[in-house]
């Protein structure tokens, strides 16, 4: 008799119709804050559909993306992340490193370019937007800011069923998520497709947790975004779903939940591909001056929390200067 086989690690990540929720249906609501719980608390990953960002608004802001990336470089470079005091703007490939840990690493092959509304200058990434000039890329603030506004409604909402799915009152993350200051920030991103000698070697985004609270991913159909299944140490794919967001745990929420909700290490593989890849995080991290400590009933009676009480700010300034190097006037001004 030959040796019993393990059964190879199954990693889910569900697929959570929010429709529902959304419609305002108490049953559904229970259902899908019971699904979210489920996911979060193993492997913070879940693919969300039947949400409120339209596919019209998709569609525009993919196809403006692609019609940006596809610029000649010097004109991409006029809008260099390194020239904004806030981190805004176009970010060339190898202009970020997001596994921290493996010294031998490549640099992220991609590029990206990121948003948010603009704010006056003073806290952690406040400041003005880079964008094209409208001859240049025509209708692309219009179609980005038309999805970033799109998204941001739907990080709300999401916020609201984390905080039923953690029993706790639907609108006590609120004042964090819908703080006009607070850390919203959109990145498109272009892979290219990857040439034979450099499939395998590189990495479209090295393995990292995301810093904040909560993303939420658009990607196309090609594929790439893979999770850890930190037990077993193997990789699995996140397959595209077309018009789903991948929502994801990042480490404040991982440390605010006392770890019962999870921030799993993620990275995008440079598979040999003809095709380019688009994909969209939208970060939404919260207001900088929350404190995060041990939301209620997240720790066992007779337990101590696993951390200290930190403020938002601190561990995101952190973040961003482990992953891009010290940058921006609000770091230099504090170095
Ligand atoms: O492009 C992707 O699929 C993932 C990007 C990502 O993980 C990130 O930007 O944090
Ligand atoms: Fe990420």
């Given at each position: 008799m030959g040796s019993i086989e393990q059964p190879e690690p199954t990693v889910k990540i569900p697929i959570i119709d929010v429709s529902g929720y959304l419609a305002g249906?108490?049953?559904?609501?229970?259902?899908?804050?019971?699904?979210?719980?489920?996911?979060?608390?193993?492997?913070?990953?879940?693919?969300?559909?039947g949400h409120s960002v339209s596919e019209a608004t998709q569609k525009k802001f993919l196809d403006a993306i692609s019609r940006f990336?596809?610029?000649?470089?010097?004109?991409?470079?006029?809008?260099?992340?390194?020239?904004?005091?806030?981190?805004r703007g176009y970010e060339k490939?190898?202009?970020?490193?997001?596994?921290?840990?493996?010294?031998?690493?490549?640099?992220?092959?991609?590029?990206?370019?990121?948003?948010?509304?603009e704010r006056p200058l003073g806290k952690f990434l406040a400041g003005p937007n880079q964008w094209p000039e409208e001859s240049?890329?025509?209708?692309?603030?219009?179609?980005?800011?038309?999805?970033?506004?799109?998204?941001?409604?739907?990080?709300?909402?999401?916020?609201?069923?984390?905080?039923?799915?953690?029993?706790?009152?639907r609108t006590y993350f609120d004042a964090f998520a819908a703080d006009p200051d607070g850390i919203c920030l959109c990145r498109a991103h272009h892979y290219p497709p990857t040439p034979p000698d450099?499939?395998?070697?590189?990495?479209?985004?090295?393995?990292?947790?995301?810093?904040?609270?909560?993303?939420?991913?658009?990607?196309?159909?090609?594929g790439g975004l893979e999770v850890l299944h930190k037990r077993t140490g193997t990789w699995h794919s996140v397959l595209p779903v077309e018009g789903a967001y991948v929502c994801n745990i990042?480490?404040?929420?991982?440390?605010?939940?006392?770890?019962?909700?999870?921030?799993?290490?993620?990275?995008v593989i440079s598979p040999l591909s003809h095709t380019d890849r688009y994909s969209c995080a939208f970060f939404n991290d919260g207001a900088l001056d929350m404190m995060i400590e041990a939301l209620p009933g997240c720790v066992?009676?007779?337990?101590?929390?696993?951390?200290?009480?930190?403020?938002?700010?601190?561990?995101?300034?952190?973040?961003?200067?482990?992953?891009?190097?010290?940058?921006?006037?609000?770091?230099?001004?504090?170095?």
């Open positions: 249906d108490p049953k559904a609501t229970a259902a899908c804050a019971a699904e979210l719980r489920e996911a979060c608390e193993n492997q913070g990953f879940l693919q969300v559909i990336f596809a610029l000649p470089t010097e004109e991409k470079e006029k809008l260099s992340q390194s020239n904004s005091p806030c981190y490939i190898g202009g970020q490193k997001l596994d921290e840990l493996d010294t031998n690493a490549t640099t992220d092959q991609k590029e990206g370019f990121s948003i948010r509304p240049v890329v025509p209708g692309f603030k219009e179609a980005y800011m038309e999805y970033f506004w799109a998204v941001h409604s739907l990080s709300k909402a999401m916020f609201q069923l984390m905080a039923l799915s953690l029993g706790l009152d450099a499939a395998g070697r590189t990495r479209g985004v090295g393995a990292h947790t995301d810093f904040g609270a909560l993303t939420l991913l658009l990607q196309d159909t090609v990042g480490d404040l929420m991982q440390r605010w939940t006392n770890n019962r909700y999870r921030s799993t290490m993620h990275r066992p009676e007779g337990e101590k929390p696993a951390y200290e009480p930190l403020k938002v700010e601190k561990h995101i300034v952190e973040r961003y200067v482990q992953s891009y190097g010290a940058g921006g006037t609000y770091i230099e001004q504090r170095a």
